[in-house]
């Protein structure tokens, strides 16, 4: 008996003795996956299948986060480059643009030494007033005042353009109209209008070869104080006044001082008013008729500023000045100024 037990342990041992040896190669488990095995270990190792698709999905996604970190650090970079740079020309700029306002700033003092003094204004506009409005610093209209014994000398000259432009023609228009006036001694309107146009075309030297066409618009008025007597001349500048109650244009002939015109010109002609106390006259340029604005943003339009001007013709010249100016801001509002404004009226008295 002792011998059969032996033998059936000895037969036992053998058989568990490969289990034991399986089981010491067995791959090790473990319950769960940890990073380093998810990315750099062996499937085979575990008993959890994990795909290999399933893995390049992983490092499709770390590599796509890393490119778009990259990517969102070099737009970083390049705005941050780009800003820098856009700095730098902004500076370069808001300097030139400040040494160019300051220039306009110094021409707008020259631009004014041209225009009539105080002393001059106190003299010519002793029952008068002048509105004037610039649209920028510089501006292309201009209005000469000019007093010889009895007569009164009243213009409103309207270049082409505005701003810089129209400011250099007012420079041309001021010595032409002082040398027809002044150094001439001419006295009919329509003669200091031909002067003018003269001395302008040959200052720009305007021929049909010359490309330089610009221009002037002129309204001239001579006032003989002893007389009351009136005469006016102009080149698309007309002369509005009222008389006995009611309203009146002395219409300007259509052409202009300055440029080279072939066709459908027709040339100004001198118009002599009898005045008397407490009739009164306006020139103008374009303007203020011309300024936008308004319920419906139109054009203020020249019906409007006669009607104007006829409703309040009675009142004190430095008051209709101011009821003038008020006018046309209500009416221009928010809305940028379009033109240079330039108004001249004076009361017989």
Request: aromatic share 10%; charged share 20%; hydrophobic share 40%.
């Amino acid at each position: 008996m002792k011998k059969l037990a032996l033998l059936f342990l000895v037969l036992v041992s053998g058989k568990m003795m490969p289990q034991l040896d399986s089981l010491e190669t067995q791959p090790h488990f473990t319950s769960h996956l940890t990073w380093s095995d998810t990315f750099f270990g062996n499937e085979d190792m575990y008993q959890v299948c994990y795909p290999k698709d399933h893995r390049t999905y992983f490092y499709f996604i770390i590599l796509f986060s890393i490119a778009t970190i990259v990517f969102g650090l070099l737009i970083i970079y390049i705005k941050n480059s780009s800003n820098k740079k856009l700095k730098q020309k902004n500076e370069i700029i808001a300097e030139q643009n400040k040494d160019l306002i300051d220039s306009i700033n110094y021409s707008q003092r020259i631009q004014q030494a041209i225009l009539p003094d105080q002393t001059t204004e106190q003299i010519v506009l002793q029952h008068g007033f002048v509105l004037y409005k610039p649209k920028h610093i510089v501006s292309g209209d201009f209005y000469w005042l000019h007093k010889s014994g009895d007569l009164l000398y009243f213009a409103v000259i309207d270049c082409t353009g505005h701003g810089v432009p129209g400011a250099l023609l007012t420079m041309l228009a001021h010595n032409a109209i002082n040398k027809a006036v002044i150094e001439k001694s001419l006295t009919d309107p329509t003669m200091i209008l031909d002067s003018m146009n003269t001395d302008v075309k040959l200052a720009l030297k305007q021929n049909l070869n010359n490309p330089i066409q610009d221009s002037m618009e002129v309204a001239f008025v001579c006032l003989n104080t002893a007389t009351n007597t009136l005469m006016f001349s102009g080149a698309n500048l007309g002369l509005t006044y009222v008389q006995n109650g009611k309203l009146q244009i002395a219409r300007s002939g259509k052409c202009s001082v300055g440029s080279v015109q072939e066709t459908g010109v027709v040339l100004p002609v001198t118009h002599t008013l009898q005045l008397r106390k407490g009739d009164c006259f306006y020139i103008y340029s374009d303007g203020y008729a011309d300024q936008f604005g308004g319920p419906k943003g139109k054009k203020y339009k020249y019906k409007q500023l006669e009607e104007l001007l006829l409703a309040n013709h009675t009142k004190p010249t430095q008051q209709q000045k101011q009821i003038l100016n008020d006018n046309i801001e209500n009416w221009k509002g928010s809305l940028e100024q379009v033109d240079d404004i330039t108004v001249i009226g004076y009361n017989i008295s």
